[in-house]
Nanobody, 124 residues
Framework: QVQLVESGGGLVQAGVSLRLSCAAS????????MGWFRQAPGKEREFVAA????????YYADSVKGRFTISRDNAKYTVYLELTSLKPADTAVYYC?????????????????WGQGTQVTVSS
């Protein structure tokens, strides 16, 4: 079993950068693909980014491509999401998630474990 704890959210102005972290428990962390999702009020949870177990492959939603970067440090059991050029439309609760299968990264229903989320609020 994997437990995930996100951190790094906050209230920021548009245009600035933020780095989210997701710390995982469990020695099997390096075998899981990791994803970041977000959910704004009144909206469904949406895919943001994902990374395979080794960090050699990354995937992004079109809305964040070129602005957000996902990375992982398996030695530290941590996955990161670097958010740059933030916009008010990026305001949401950001969740990290883990999945055992190294495929189908885009659907939240296919992830096995979830963190509790961290709020990101971008003011204009």
């Amino acid at each position: 079993q994997v437990q995930l704890v996100e951190s790094g959210g906050g209230l920021v102005q548009a245009g600035v950068s933020l780095r989210l972290s997701c710390a995982a428990s469990g020695r099997t962390f390096s075998s899981y693909a990791m994803g970041w999702f977000r959910q704004a009020p009144g909206k469904e949870r949406e895919f943001v980014a994902a990374i395979n177990w080794s960090g050699t492959r990354t995937y992004y939603a079109d809305s964040v491509k070129g602005r957000f970067t996902i990375s992982r440090d398996n030695a530290k059991y941590t996955v990161y999401l670097e958010l740059t050029s933030l916009k008010p439309a990026d305001t949401a609760v950001y969740y990290c998630a883990a999945k055992a299968l190294q495929s189908n990264y885009y659907s939240p229903a296919l992830y096995d474990y979830w963190g509790q989320g961290t709020q990101v609020t971008v003011s204009s």
